[in-house]
């Protein structure tokens, strides 16, 4: 016969602990959920204070307030998921204000709707095209706020190098605002394709973005040449694509440069080795986790 006094009864000590954490957690999504409510409510009276004026989206500032809130964090969270909830936050706000509409230019690269659709959320409206002409051309009969389009390639075609007609203005003048996605280190199952997001937009700071200049060349100009007219005349330059065409005398060159550049900047004035005074495209805020930052 076995000896049993030794045996202590069940403790319902752990499911009693396990119920109290579950009741924090209640708790917790519920003051979350009036923050959010609250958060809601101030942009209601911004929204009916004037609000933003023209296209909704600001880049910059909502890549100062990402990285603000991710150079603050701490703790088992990932920080993707907290850039994850504000993006969310972003787009929710961006429906209170009345909306937003992207053009998505994705006939060369199938993965550029699912980009769109990481940057801005699940309820912004997305207008699908071929090209990314027909995706531009939203913006100037509006029916979109912003186009998401392909990053630039030395193989693209004429249709393709959209950026060059960047470069000859139009009403309304169209800059780059944003480089997607803002997430720099991809993981496997998220789209891996990377573009521009263009707005009839002045780019706003981030405190940390790059500038993409446009250039006129002559054909035979070398990208070392390139590069060294615009180190001489103050940029600190990274990466340049050129895009040279036979039988043409004019080639063109995308430069990108570090920090914010205004368009009437009186550097590019100085510069006399291009065909034409270089024009600024516009800006971006450098995707987090991007080489040279810090986290």
Do not use: C
């Not at 990314?132 to 979109?144: C, E, I, M, W, Y």
């Not at 030395?154 to 605002?177: C, K, N, S, T, Y």
């Amino acid at each position: 016969m076995s000896d049993t006094s030794s045996v202590s009864p069940p403790s319902d000590a752990a499911p009693e602990a396990l119920a109290r954490l579950r009741a924090e957690i209640d708790a917790l999504d519920e003051r979350l959920h009036d923050l959010l409510m609250d958060r809601a409510e101030i942009i209601e009276r911004v929204t009916r204070d004037g609000g933003k004026r023209g296209v909704p989206i600001r880049p910059g500032r909502e890549a100062s307030m990402l990285r603000r809130l991710l150079g603050r964090h701490h703790g088992a969270l990932p920080p993707q998921t907290v850039l994850r909830i504000w993006r969310e936050l972003f787009s929710g706000a961006l429906m209170i204000e009345g909306g937003l509409t992207i053009a998505v230019a994705d006939g060369a690269q199938a993965e550029l709707p699912a980009v769109a659709r990481e940057h801005f959320g699940p309820l912004t409206g997305l207008r699908r095209h071929r090209t990314s002409s027909q995706a531009l051309a939203d913006l100037t009969n509006g029916a979109a706020h912003a186009a998401v389009l392909p990053l630039p390639s030395d193989e693209d075609d004429d249709q393709a190098a959209w950026w060059v007609g960047l470069m000859h203005g139009g009403v309304p003048r169209l800059a780059i605002v944003a480089k997607l996605p803002f997430w720099a280190r991809r993981t496997e199952g998220v789209p891996q394709a990377g573009a521009y997001v263009v707005a009839a937009l002045t780019p706003d700071p981030s405190g940390s973005d790059r500038s993409l200049i446009g250039i006129e060349i002559a054909p035979d100009t070398s990208t070392a040449r390139i590069a060294g007219l615009l180190t001489e005349a103050g940029f600190d330059v990274g990466s340049i694509l050129p895009r040279r065409a036979a039988k043409r005398e004019v080639g063109y060159a995308l430069a990108d440069v570090e920090g914010l550049v205004a368009r009437d900047d009186s550097r590019l004035a100085t510069i006399t080795g291009f065909l034409a005074t270089p024009v600024i495209l516009g800006a971006y805020a450098v995707p987090f986790g991007a080489a040279g930052l810090s986290r």
